[in-house]
């Protein structure tokens, strides 16, 4: 491999950070966006270390241990294997998150980049590009790491301090982790990048599948969600979950850590001062250290290899551009209603990019299962904890603040048209059929959505089937008043892509202003409703009618008041619109 030309290499680099300190003067910077990230971010780091440092107290004092060949190991040794196993099953979930972002920071920065259509002209060869493009992803990912693994430890530590000894190579251990995962979920995931680009080019056309799969996997991850809220219940209702650990999921997940490489090695690090024998686990510190840099030294060799191949094709490609939608055998149709043809339009703008399908239809088809786990686990827990039965303001809240999550993509209903917008406006159309096309297709979806949410609430008798219906009326009134504050808002703040393709990367902070909105309303509505209905069977008096009345009332209120905020000088707007933000 040739000599790397690191003054290519810094001058990338330079640009890049130019690029990224330039977005934030241009006023581009997302203050909401941000200060929502980080608020939720503390919020769940604080919610882990209570959850997960009460977690470890419980896990370790499990009994019954058994070792890698099934025998059981002396009652001495419990706490040391214990804690092995949770921190190898913790960082190995870790790990796969990390090694995902950073495949697709790989394939985001590199294939994805509009960056990558000037580099193709340019004597730039391909691996001082990587190499740029490496550096930056992993200082992001240097940043989830130190936050991640100094989180877990810490909290861990404080946790089992009491059952085992932990020496000083625990914490050096600690920092040279901080640096050395992200070579290792970078290293692994710049060798699965291209496999994974060349997967997600064999769905680009392939909608009906993509959509499928990716609802599938939405499900999947809303599923294990709920199975962690379970446990979370059982810890806050002071159930043991000690019990729950039996014979055989130990030996199962025994069996699972001796596989988990090379996370493996890293808690081997970590916990060097237990020894092997002794855990019938563990390695040495210098088998750990060599596996460790062998993991990295063959994955960044063989991505590299693959790099040499496929990498200026890859850029090649995105100078030229791909081959777009063809439908084979297609005929012209029977002419549309203009308005009907605008909502086909715009469903077929939606299904057919990746994000805005994921982001919308998939999240759409598993909001009522989001509301089933939350209430699975909810209901009996407010039962538990207060001794009252409050599903239908329960489903009431979990409704609402769902269905605005759905609806958030609603904020790019004008600014994903992009230059065809422009189109649109010169046709011999009206300005309220655009725009109430848009509105149709968005509370359709939400429509059926919201009527699915409140039949499984039905079926699973978590509320009555008049109480189904009374939840079904309120989120799709709710979800009215979300889709028009929020396309409003877009249009008064449009804001269009200069990609080929139009798609919306950045929004200017409309998305999270929209997503602030919709989770006050949500609140707001269905949390007072809450706290008013157990304020009122605290007194012991019996006023469940008032959910239904006020919650009716609400609705009606909030959709007079965001239809009139909608149409509020819309077509004077509309007419004089000259452009969207470039």
């Not at 309120?474 to 990609?499: E, M, P, Q, W």
Request: proline share 2%.
């Amino acid at each position: 491999m040739k000599k790397l030309n690191t003054e290519l290499i810094a001058a990338l680099l330079k640009k890049q950070r130019i690029e990224s300190v330039y977005k934030y003067r241009r006023g581009r910077f997302d203050l909401m966006g941000f200060l929502l990230g980080l608020l939720l971010t503390a919020a769940i780091i604080a919610l882990f270390v209570v959850f997960f440092g009460k977690f470890v107290g419980i896990y370790v004092q499990v009994k019954g241990v058994f070792g890698a060949e099934g025998t059981e190991l002396k009652p001495e040794y419990h706490h040391d294997i214990r804690t092995y196993e949770l921190l190898t099953l913790i960082y190995a979930v870790v790990f796969v998150f990390m090694t995902v972002g950073a495949i697709s920071q790989i394939n985001r920065q590199i294939f994805d980049s509009d960056g990558a259509k000037l580099y193709s002209a340019m004597p730039v060869d391909a691996v001082s590009l990587y190499v740029a493009k490496i550096v930056t992803i992993y200082l992001s990912q240097l940043v989830i790491s130190a936050a991640v693994v100094l989180t877990v430890n810490f909290t861990a530590a404080f946790n089992v301090m009491q059952y085992v000894a932990l020496g000083w190579q625990y914490w050096l251990v600690t920092g040279i982790t901080c640096f050395v995962l992200p070579l290792l979920t970078i290293a692994v995931g710049s060798l699965l990048a291209l496999p994974v680009n060349a997967f997600k080019r064999f769905f680009a056309n392939r909608f009906l599948l993509n959509f499928l799969l990716v609802t599938a996997l939405t499900g999947v991850a809303f599923w294990v969600y709920s199975i962690v809220l379970d446990a979370v219940r059982q810890m806050l209702l002071g159930e043991d979950l000690k019990y729950f650990f039996d014979e055989p999921k130990m030996k199962a997940i025994v069996g699972v850590v001796q596989c988990m490489y090379p996370v493996k090695w890293l808690v081997d690090l970590l916990l060097v001062r237990i020894s092997p024998s002794a855990l019938h686990v563990g390695h040495s510190a210098v088998v750990a250290g060599l596996g460790v840099a062998a993991v990295m030294v063959v994955c960044v060799a063989l991505s590299l290899v693959m790099l040499r191949f496929m990498l200026q094709s890859a850029l090649q490609s995105r100078n030229t551009g791909s081959a777009g939608y063809i439908k084979k055998g297609g005929t012209l149709g029977r002419g549309k209603f203009s308005f009907f043809a605008l909502v086909k339009k715009d469903f077929l703008l939606i299904f057919r990019t990746p994000s805005y399908m994921f982001s919308y239809l998939s999240v759409a088809v598993v909001m009522p299962l989001m509301v089933y786990f939350c209430m699975a686990v909810g209901a009996s827990l407010i039962e538990s904890l207060i001794g009252l039965k409050l599903n239908l303001e329960l489903a009431l809240l979990l409704t609402l603040l769902f269905g605005a999550l759905t609806n958030i993509f609603c904020a790019t209903n004008i600014s994903r048209d992009g230059e065809m917008f422009y189109s649109v406006k010169a046709y011999p159309l009206g300005y309220k059929t655009v725009f109430f096309s848009k509105v149709f297709l968005c509370m359709l979806v939400t429509a059926l959505s919201q009527l699915a949410n409140a039949i499984v609430l039905a079926c699973t008798h978590m509320v009555s089937w008049y109480a189904g219906l009374f939840v079904f009326v309120v989120g799709l009134a709710f979800g009215f008043v979300n889709i028009c504050v929020a396309t409003r808002y877009d249009f008064d703040h449009a804001h269009f892509s200069t990609d080929e393709d139009g798609e919306i990367k950045e929004s200017g902070g409309v998305v999270s202003t929209i997503i602030v909105f919709g989770i006050v309303t949500a609140f707001v509505v269905g949390g007072a409703l809450f706290i008013a209905r157990v304020l009122t069977e605290l007194k012991e008096q019996q006023m469940s009618w008032l959910t239904y009345v006020v919650g009716g009332l609400c609705s009606a209120l909030g959709v007079a008041l965001a239809y009139l905020y909608f149409v509020g000088r819309l077509g004077r707007k509309y007419y004089q619109f000259e452009g969207g933000e470039i």
